[in-house]
């Protein structure tokens, strides 16, 4: 009894008590972002010790308070500090709901204010867990942290993705550049390489990044051709005050340090070459060909940021963010540079090369905010980059050329002078507004791309060992067995595209939102070469000093007529009508234009099933017509010709969505997708390298279908902790490989190889913290993401089209595609200290053998031999407005090969036409200093 009388007090006590409770729950919603959930947000009762934080809906919650009056006060760092008076009344839950607005009242708010929607970790794995696609990012925070300096070696560490050691090549899931789209802000973006579909990622330094993002699984508002994914890169842009940001660094490689360094003559130190408007043939006259001596090889990177933002009395809102950036880079490899097929062509056991690559990058946005139902925002991107080799191959006096006219084991020489230049203009005005159940985004960009390679000057030798042995009665002597074997050579692309979008979305109720959409691209391509071939009229010209080229191709030596004993004479292959190939100006060697145009029109719905289930159907019908004319020389009369493809495809997707629960996902992805060549591919234009030729074939026009699948689970366990496992299949029909044509040049080709290609694969990734303080920031924590894939691919036996070939074997693996791949970073940050704010990162990556180009009749696979790289970066805050950073990358300096797989003899070292121009050769360590100050 006494027992009993116990139980019914304490329910008694516990009901009257409740009674006397209410409690208070609400969202905090981000104004400055499209009234998007704010997570991590503080509330407080004023005047007691009691609160919490939102959580990833920035929902929140107290419960068990007293009846009576209260005062909430909502604050997040960067944003304007609201107190809202509340009342409790019993046994009720009081519903506060705060729409969060950016201040304006101090430098540091304001500074972290543009990393608090889409930079930070937090938040963009709160976008991750509430995406309705398989999506990954990662944002400028994590980048900062991270040392990354582009976007490039962003998407790099995002699970499933590689990057190619000594190119900007990326692969997503084993699938290369054919295979990838990238975007910015939603809108297609220009390639700045003939020889790649995608912009080089390199191009866009972190300081005009917010996050980049990769969608692995499609749907229905990406372009059709899609199969390893979109790579997204989102731009900075500001919501706070006033502020301006300086920095200036400076670093060196440790194997360029100590040389006496060289580039091309007629570039400039910010990569800028100031002859595009004259004729080639006046260059040629006017200007030298040796390259020119640097100073101390030593890199620096300066810029500034500044933005600002203006409220008006009406309520709407201008933000304003303007950055601009300089960096360099010196880079000396020293290694071997080798021509095999079945035989040995060429080869060079010891060679060498001068690198010295910039990147100027200048970005404006402006962000007009009318009210809180419509925004338009516009971004204008200027980016120079350039890279400048010079290379020296055989200067052991032991190069090897079996065409060789003199001596075929020893002496052959050769030195190439190159000059790269890419000047890209990315222009687009984007809009958003809302009214009611409705909300319509739309976009519209011009892009602009001028990507040269002037002057690039190549000189062949014989007898270089002479040139080594200090005798002056024995020289070496040019190598004319044609007389572009000694050239000068110009190269120009310019591409034009303008691209839209706009989807409407209505949302019909709490389950049912529908979006319907349209998306196009209209692009072109002009692209024309032409070369200048040294025909030494001496044969046996003997050269007192090679390094001194320019004492030989003077005009005093131009060779003008009989009479004039000139050393050489200048041939060009496609004259003027009535004018001569010799000592005149002549046509373009190569030319091919490209047409693409693309239009389309997508729905979907997004159904929301009870609390846990999300169904997203949608459908593209997509009109793809791509056109391309060619007039080149490497195909006699068939080399001037027109192609044309024109398809309509109709591309199912479903995206599903499983929440077991408030912090994990199940997911599962399905799609019909196609791929589409691209100009380059379909050419037959040959780019011949010092070592390597690569050129298209137009027998690959048409598309290949493709069927994807993925399925993936995702925990979000905690503040920036994740572990998620996924699992994902493609089958490609009638797929293009990058293939070796078993042919007397060895030239790379794009073919159509068999019926179907398989991959399937398993990727797993964890963010964890080890250790955190007692206000729950990180002090400890370490990241890991790994992928496996197996890939196979059937292979025709013989091949009958513009270029024959056939394979030894029915199946391979994939081109490009590794078995495993690895990225991991540790990073230690104490917090233990008033005003310095240290973090410390160790981040690793990996990738296993791949095949670069697949090996046709006899010849082997070319593969890349697998690549470890760490880093380490060191970032120290002074009192919140000063940063001193330092920066050690490539710690390990692996050896980077290419090899060919030879039967007889094994793996041989190769040069790859997706590499430097040599192989077996390291990279070195590349230190930095930088110094940050934000007022």
């Known amino acids: ?78 944003y304007e500090t609201q107190e809202i008076p509340v009342e409790i009344t019993a046994g009720n839950n009081t519903e506060v709901n705060v729409s969060m607005s950016a201040s304006a009242a101090s430098l540091d708010e304001v500074i972290i204010t543009t990393t608090t929607t889409r930079e930070s970790e937090q938040a963009l794995l709160t976008q991750q867990r509430k995406a309705v696609e ?56 220009p390639s700045n390489d003939i020889n790649k579909k995608n912009i080089d990622l390199n191009l866009f330094s972190s300081d005009v ?58 570039s400039g130190y910010f990569g800028y070459y100031g002859r595009y408007d004259h004729n080639p043939f006046a260059i040629i006259l006017s200007h030298g060909v040796d390259p020119v001596n640097v100073d101390t090889p030593v890199n620096v990177a300066y810029g500034a940021s500044i933005g600002n933002s203006f409220k008006f009395e009406n309520g709407s809102k201008l933000s304003m963010f303007f950055t601009g950036s300089f960096e360099n880079n010196y880079e000396y490899r020293s290694g071997k540079n080798v021509d095999f097929t079945t035989v040995e062509k060429k080869a060079f056991e010891e060679s060498e090369e001068f690198e010295y690559g910039t990147t100027s990058t200048a970005m404006a946005n402006l962000k007009y905010k009318i009210n809180d139902d419509n925004r338009l925002s516009f971004n204008s991107v200027f980016i120079n980059s350039s890279s400048d ?32 230049q890419t000047r890209m203009f990315v222009n687009q005005l984007l809009g958003n507004h809302k009214s009611g159940k409705l909300e319509l985004d739309w ?26 042995d200090n005798d002056p009665n024995t020289n070496p002597t040019f190598y004319s067995n044609v007389v572009f074997d000694n050239q000068r050579y110009f190269q120009k692309i310019e591409d034009d595209e303008y691209n839209g979008s706009i989807n409407l979305a209505y949302k019909a109720n709490d389950n049912l939102k529908l979006n319907f959409g349209y998306n196009g691209r209209h692009k072109t391509r002009q692209f024309n070469n032409i070369r200048y071939g040294y025909d030494i009229v001496e044969g046996g010209y003997q050269i007192t000093d090679v390094n001194n080229f320019d004492s030989v191709f003077n005009l005093e030596n131009l060779n003008l007529n009989e009479s004039s004993n000139g050393i050489y004479e200048l041939k060009v292959i496609n004259p003027y009508p009535g004018l001569s190939n010799t000592n005149r100006p002549g046509l373009f060697e190569n030319t091919y234009s490209g047409k693409l145009n693309i239009y389309s029109g997508y729905a979907d719905a997004e159904i929301t099933a009870g609390e846990k289930w999300l169904f997203v159907p949608g459908v593209r019908l997509e009109s793809f017509e791509q056109n391309i004319s060619y007039d080149v020389i490497n195909l006699g009369n068939d080399g001037v010709d027109s192609k044309t493809s024109k398809e309509t495809f109709i591309l199912p997707s479903l995206n599903i969505k499983y929440a077991l629960n408030d912090e994990q996902n199940l997911r599962l992805s399905a799609s019909r997708t196609v791929s589409t060549p691209e100009f380059k591919e379909i050419a037959p234009f040959v780019y011949e390298d010092v070592s390597t030729r690569i050129g298209g074939n137009p027998d690959v026009l048409g598309y290949s279908d493709i069927l994807n699948i993925d399925l993936k689970y995702e925990w979000f366990f905690g ?28 030239t790379q080709r794009y073919v ?44 025709y036996e013989t091949i009958d089209g513009t270029f024959d070939l056939a394979f030894n074997r029915n199946e391979d693996e994939l081109q490009g595609a590794s078995p495993f791949l690895l990225n991991a970073d540790v990073s230690y940050s104490p917090t233990n200290f008033k005003n310095y704010k240290p973090v410390a990162n160790l981040v690793f990556s990996y990738f296993s053998d791949r095949i ?84």
Request: charged letters at 20%; proline letters at 1%.
């Open 443 to 468: 976009g519209f960009g011009y892009n602009k791309v001028f990507s040269d390679q002037p002057d690039r000057k190549r000189f062949s030798v014989e007898n270089y060992q002479f040139a080594l």
């Open 852 to 935: 670069d180009a697949l090996g046709s009749g006899d010849l082997g696979n070319i593969v890349e031999k697998s690549v470890p790289t760490l880093d380490f970066i060191w970032k120290n805050t002074i009192k919140e407005n000063f940063e001193i950073n330092f920066s050690a990358k490539n710690i390990l300096n692996p050896t980077i090969q290419y090899v060919r797989e030879d039967q007889n003899l094994g793996d041989v070292l190769v040069v790859s036409a997706n590499g430097k121009g040599v192989t077996d050769y390291k990279r070195g360590l590349n230190i930095g200093l930088q110094l940050k100050y934000k007022f």
């Open 752 to 795: 159509r190889t068999g019926d179907q290609a398989t991959i399937y694969g398993f990727e797993v990734e964890l963010r964890k913290n080890l250790l955190i303080d007692e206000d729950e920031n990180t002090n400890l924590s370490f990241g890991i993401n790994a992928t496996y894939m197996n890939t196979k691919q059937d292979l």
């Open 1 to 78: 009894m006494k027992k009993f009388i116990l139980l019914f007090t304490l329910l008694i006590t516990a009901f009257t008590y409740a009674q006397d409770t209410g409690s208070v729950s609400g969202k905090l919603t981000d104004k400055e972002y499209n009234n998007e959930p704010l997570a991590f947000a503080n509330v407080l009762i004023k005047g007691t010790t009691k609160g919490t934080t939102s959580d990833f809906d920035g929902l929140y919650t107290f419960n068990d308070l007293e009846i009576g009056s209260y005062t909430l006060v909502f604050s997040f760092v960067g």
């Open 719 to 746: 503040k920036s902790e994740i572990f998620s496992l996924g699992a994902f299949t493609k089958q490609i029909d009638n797929p293009i490989n990058l293939v070796v044509v078993g042919d007397a040049t060895g």
């Open 209 to 266: 990044i917010q996050n980049v993002s990769i969608s692995k699984a499609y749907a229905a508002q990406f372009y059709g051709d899609f199969a390893a994914g979109n790579v997204d890169i989102t731009s900075k842009e500001h919501n706070g005050g006033f502020f301006v940001d300086v920095f200036s660094g400076t670093g060196f490689n440790t194997n360029a340090i100590g040389k006496n360094f060289v580039r091309s003559e007629g």
């Open 134 to 189: 398989i999506k990954q990012s990662i944002g400028a925070q994590e980048l900062s942290r991270k040392g990354v300096s582009d976007a490039a070696g962003a998407v790099a560490k995002i699970s499933g993705v590689s990057k190619q050691e000594g190119s900007s090549n990326v692969y997503v899931r084993g699938l290369g550049d054919r295979y990838l789209n990238t975007t910015m802000n939603g809108l297609s973006l």
């Open 389 to 420: 080799e010079v290379g020296y191959f055989g200067i052991d006096g032991n190069g090897r050329n079996r065409d060789a006219i003199l001596d075929t084991d020893q002496g052959f020489y050769q030195q190439n002078i190159q000059f790269d």
